[in-house]
């Protein structure tokens, strides 16, 4: 396992969510707020990928929402969560909503207990994975493992987008 | 000093702009004395600006720029090409300092190494004009050597010693004062010394009737004589002339007291009937203007082009006249830093007013609108005089006036003249407090907040719903009234005047036609056409490109033109003018034009479309092909001519606006290439439907026609593709589930008597229909974007969101159209054997 310690700042807020059985984490600042899915009609987009649910409209601005588990080709096999939430993230006024099974908590992660995940693990998320530690829900459970998502994986990654930015080449 | 660079910046960018823009004007008519005076006042303004800045190296070359110029100002000779070529490269040079100025903090040296290289070039030509006029002043050197001026004031004029100051400085500048009697720094302090008269000595450099006609322009002048005191060769007859005493002038500096003196019997019928309105109006224009009796005169005249009529107007007609001619003959830059010394405040603030009455049919608001179109102005007021009550009194003719009752109109309309002064108050408006810059982040925050209060305004309509109490129904339209007008403003404070990218093109044109070996001309109009800012920079590049095929691929060499029997110069039409919503948009060249033929045998070896189709196609559909993604680089490769570099990338750009662009051509005679774009982006008229569940708005300005059918009835299938007829028409009819790609949750069976809509809309000026399942209701729309991310086909323009707090998407009819053609067009069709005589059936099969 190669340690990577070297991130810029000291400790790194993440907000921390459930999404296929795995525990995930997001940069706080790319974060807006947390939506409750439930109360909010999907309006589906004519010709859009099938990892777009559709748009909601979010006090009077329409945001797209992106099915997380088809953009990144994860856990599809496994059922719904019937009260999905959305993380609304923001990054260069560019905003969408990603949807989620649970979101459960903001966590402090220092840098040293964020590191570079082992090469054989990938799962369409980022080529550099990061991983990190964070404690346990309750205080005697043990340390848990989670996944964090980058700002370039969520907003310039090169799996679901490139196919976007290739095909309005085309379309142009 | 630091905050103002940004504005600075900003000000001298779209200064040098208009100077840009003006020069190239001046190109096409040198003589123009009023584009030169309008580019000195704008390279006056600019290095003012710069000078405060403490950009020395601009300001340094404005003066010069400014200089060179002057010149021309009072010469009646036109401006020189190689003049004009320095001045742009002046221009261009200006550009460059302050484009190297914003990217550094401080101002570099090598913009001193620039602006002093051009100084010098300029200095050259200025050295060499002034020449020039140095002999020319020898020759006009006939005037006499020293002439004796004495003036007599009236014994009520008011402040007489101005008015001796006024002649002091009227001869200072038509020659060399020697002495005057009293002397000017006695008089002014004690005006009783005037009451004997005034004698003034002084050596003339202008004849003496000249002179003498200025020094009549001062009023309440009792007496005027000019004595020549050293005979010269000056002819008799012109001193004779001199002496001719002033008639005192009739025009009073309070000016223009009784209006309805002057007017015809007619002219206050029409009044009275209330076909013409009466108007004082007063004015000042900006100190600016650097010829104010010019100004003047053009507004006399733009009003008399208006059906109005000048009753009266202090100064008089016949003086503004004078004062333009006197103004020609002066030398300009003398006048301005008269005007900057304060001695002479008084006097150019008479020559910057002006008073009229004014007849017209027009309410003072548009007068007022007009006025400030027209001119520079730093103040005006404009106020309506009524009729005095007693109207039928009014004389017939106003020579045969019974003075007593002269008196009481006189006073009548002083009374109507000061109470509506009282009234009129938000008539007098200081021009200029009332523009403001204003970021266009704010306007952008505010169109945002107006979109919220319109979607928050219909929400709140649907939910009160049925209430019927009148009381909230009256709350409710107002408050509709209220939002629409918010909206209405805001929105035309987003609009600007289109010339913001065609004043771009001339000097591009110019350089592009130039590095080519092409001579090249352009023609702008409608420049005035107003379009949504946002639209700015998207339409300039796309013009850009537009333009630069019709330079590169249009028009042809001037000897190649000659041969075809053209003028050697090409000519390029930028045209814009708006229609409903839409605002079209026309480049133009008479260049080669397009061969069909041509375009045709190289879509074809490009696979685009087989041999048999290619010879069913109509021009259109053949000129359609240019826009085809995968021609243009065809075209680009060979050489093949005509246009096509990229005509993909501009439709997709156009459409992109939610506009559409078409283009026809004749082959050597020229190409059109034709946009039509939604004038604002921000809000629309839409139709909204009903398909299968979900909610759709559709742009009005798309739809045709509306039309109620049982499908299972009407539609028929023809081939692959499902057609109806109509007004003795086929139409292809799209079924918009095939393009919505939106799972099919809601897809009802469609039974017999199950009715539908087609929505009619145009593609290419053939219909074409779309079938939806029910109209919902038709409403103005907020668009908002939605990013590219989720709409990566385009089929939608955005979305809008409705009182209800439902999403719609905006559909790009355009878009799905297409999409519609390009799949018809790749499935099997056997039509190539079968084809029908009727006209509109290739539209069918062509596709």
């Avoid at chain 2, 033109?561 to 839409?582: M, P, T, V, W």
């Avoid at chain 2, 605002?583 to 061969?595: K, L, P, W």
Wanted: one cysteine or more.
């Amino acid at each position: 396992m190669s340690k990577d310690n070297h991130i810029n700042e000291s400790s790194q807020q993440f907000i921390i969510f459930q999404l296929a059985n795995e525990t995930m984490g997001i940069p706080i600042g790319l974060v807006r707020e947390v939506i409750n899915l439930k109360s909010f009609v999907l309006s589906r987009i004519p010709g859009s990928p099938t990892f777009c649910s559709g748009v909601i409209n979010l006090r009077g601005q329409v945001i797209p929402i992106i099915d997380a588990r088809k953009r990144y080709n994860f856990g599809l096999d496994l059922p719904l969560e019937n009260d999905p939430k959305a993380i609304i993230l923001e990054n260069n006024k560019e905003q969408f909503g990603l949807m989620v099974d649970e979101v459960e908590e903001v966590a402090d992660i220092p840098p040293e207990a964020i590191e570079s995940a082992p090469g054989h693990m990938s799962s369409g998320l980022d080529r550099d994975r990061k991983i990190g530690r964070i404690s346990g829900k309750n205080s005697n459970q043990k340390e848990r493992f989670v996944f964090l998502l980058s700002r370039e994986s969520l907003f310039n990654d090169t799996g679901a987008t490139s196919t976007i930015s290739s095909l309005n080449i085309a379309n142009s | 000093m630091q905050e103002y660079r940004d504005l600075f910046f900003d000000e001298v960018n779209s200064s040098l702009d208009a100077l840009s823009e003006l020069l190239s004007k001046l190109r096409h008519d040198p003589n123009n004395k009023n584009f030169i005076n309008e580019i000195f006042r704008i390279i006056h303004t600019v290095k003012g600006m710069a000078a405060t800045m403490t950009y020395n190296s601009i300001a340094k070359l404005c003066h010069k720029f400014e200089e060179t110029l002057d010149a021309y100002r009072k010469n009646p000779e036109p401006v020189s090409e190689d003049i004009l070529d320095i001045l742009q490269r002046a221009l261009d040079t200006l550009f460059n300092l302050v484009e190297l100025i914003s990217d550094s903090a401080e101002e570099p040296q090598s913009c001193y190494v620039l602006a002093d290289k051009l100084s010098k070039e300029l200095e050259n030509l200025v050295e060499r004009s002034s020449e020039k006029k140095k002999k020319e002043l020898l020759i006009n050197q006939s005037a006499p050597t020293k002439v004796e001026v004495s003036i007599e004031f009236q014994k009520d004029c008011a402040m007489p010693c101005v008015r001796a100051f006024m002649a002091t400085q009227l001869l200072e500048r038509s020659g060399e004062l020697l002495s005057s009697e009293p002397a000017s720094s006695d008089f002014m302090d004690n005006p009783d010394l005037l009451s004997q008269g005034f004698k003034l000595i002084f050596k003339p450099k202008e004849s003496l009737d000249t002179i003498h006609n200025k020094l009549q322009k001062i009023s309440e002048v009792k007496l005027l004589e000019i004595k020549v005191l050293e005979p010269s060769d000056l002819s008799a007859e012109q001193s004779e002339m001199a002496e001719a005493v002033a008639p005192t002038p009739q025009n009073n500096p309070e000016a223009v007291k009784n209006p309805f003196q002057n007017l015809s019997e007619k002219q206050i019928n029409e009044l009275k009937a209330g076909k013409f309105k009466l108007f004082r109006i007063k004015l000042m224009l900006s100190d600016e203007v650097l010829n104010p009796a010019e100004q003047f005169q053009n507004i006399v005249k733009s009003f008399n082009d208006y059906l109005g009529q000048i009753v009266e107007s202090y100064p008089s007609l016949a003086e503004i006249e004078l004062r333009v001619k006197e103004h020609q003959a002066m030398h300009p830059l003398f006048e301005i830093v008269d005007r900057e010394s304060k001695i002479d405040l008084h006097q150019s603030r008479e020559l910057f007013k002006l008073e009229f009455i004014l007849l017209i049919n027009a309410d003072p608001k548009s007068i007022l609108d007009f006025m400030q179109d027209a001119c520079e102005l730093s103040k005006i007021q404009v106020d309506e005089i009524k009729l005095p009550a007693d109207s039928t009194n009014q004389p017939t003719d106003t020579g045969t006036v019974d003075s007593n009752l002269a008196q009481i109109q006189s006073d009548l309309a002083k009374l109507s003249h000061e109470s509506s002064e009282d009234t009129n108050h938000k008539n007098t408006h200081d021009v200029k407090t009332s523009f403001v810059r204003v970021n266009v982040a704010v306007l952008e925050s505010l169109m945002n907040s107006v979109g919220e209060l319109v979607i928050n305004h219909n929400r709140l309509q649907s939910a009160l719903g049925d209430v019927q109490d009148t009381e909230t129904r009256s709350i409710m339209q107002y408050l509709h009234q209220v939002t629409t007008k918010i909206q209405q403003q805001v929105m035309s404070a987003r609009m600007v005047p289109i010339n913001q990218v065609f004043s771009r093109f001339p000097r591009f044109i110019r350089d592009i036609a130039r590095s080519l070996g092409k001579l090249v001309e352009l023609e702008i109009i409608g420049g005035e056409t107003e379009i949504d800012r946002l639209m700015i920079d998207e339409l300039n590049e796309i013009l850009t490109h537009l333009v630069r095929n019709a330079i590169d691929h249009g028009i042809e060499t001037a000897d190649q033109r000659e041969r075809f029997h053209k003028s050697s110069r090409g000519n390029i039409k930028l045209q814009a003018y708006s229609q409903g919503n839409n605002v079209f948009i026309t480049i133009s060249d008479d260049g080669r034009g397009i061969d069909t033929d041509n375009v045709k045998r190289k879509a074809i070896e490009r696979g685009l479309l087989s041999l048999e189709r290619a010879e069913a196609m109509s021009k259109e559909e053949i000129m359609d092909l240019i826009f085809a993604t995968g021609f243009s680089t065809a075209a680009q490769v060979s050489d093949l001519s005509g246009r096509g570099v990229g005509m993909d990338v501009v439709k997709s750009r156009v459409s992109s606006l939610g506009g559409q662009v078409s283009i026809d051509s004749l082959i050597t005679q020229g190409t059109t290439v034709k946009l039509s774009i939604p004038s604002t982006i921000s809000i629309i008229q839409a139709l909204i439907i009903s398909h299968q569940g979900g909610w759709y708005a559709i742009p009005l300005s798309d739809i045709r026609e509306i039309i109620q059918i049982r499908p299972l009835e009407q539609i028929r299938k023809l081939s692959n593709c499902e057609v109806m007829v109509m007004h003795n028409q086929t139409i292809p009819v799209i079924k918009l589930e095939d393009y919505l790609m939106v799972e099919n949750v809601y897809c009802k069976l469609r039974s017999e008597d199950d009715t539908a809509l087609v929505i009619m809309v145009e593609h290419h000026e053939k219909p074409i229909g779309i079938i939806v399942d029910s109209l919902i209701c038709q409403q103005e729309v907020v668009i908002k974007p939605i990013s590219n991310r989720a709409n990566m086909q385009g089929l939608i323009n955005g979305a809008t969101v409705f009182g209800n707090g439902r999403v719609a998407m905006i559909l790009n009819t355009e878009r799905i159209i297409e999409l519609y053609r390009s799949d018809k067009r790749m499935q099997y069709s056997p039509w190539g054997t079968e084809r029908s005589d009727d006209d509109s059936w290739h539209f069918v099969l062509g596709k």
